[in-house]
């Protein structure tokens, strides 16, 4: 092989490098660039769910206000026996005070 063939396969290696490393750089910056794409995406998505968040702790927080002034059914069940029991004992008081005056005239 001599110098002059040498140099011909050296400038022919040195093309194929540089076309190599041109590729290389091309595709890095797509990937940066695809990365870059990826990063904005994934910010406007944790932006969207921090909002979704934000909405869905405050209704909730609405509904733990409103079931506040609901009363449940166990209360109401209470409070049904309870006014059942007073009612209960009022007219039998007012029973036992017909029977005394009715007693009394008698």
Not at 39 to 48: G, K, N, S, W
């Amino acid at each position: 092989m001599t110098d002059q063939d040498l140099a011909g396969a050296v400038a022919e290696l040195r093309l194929v490098v540089v076309q190599g490393l041109t590729e290389i750089r091309g595709q890095l910056a797509l990937v940066i660039q695809r990365l870059d794409h990826v990063d904005a995406r994934h910010a406007e998505l944790v932006r969207r769910v921090d909002d979704d968040r934000s909405a869905t702790n405050a209704r909730l927080e609405e509904l733990h206000k409103a079931n506040e002034r609901f009363v449940t059914k166990e209360e109401h069940a209470e409070a049904r026996r309870r006014l059942i029991a007073v009612v209960g004992v009022m007219l039998t008081a007012a029973a036992v005070v017909i029977a005394l005056l009715s007693l009394i005239r008698a």
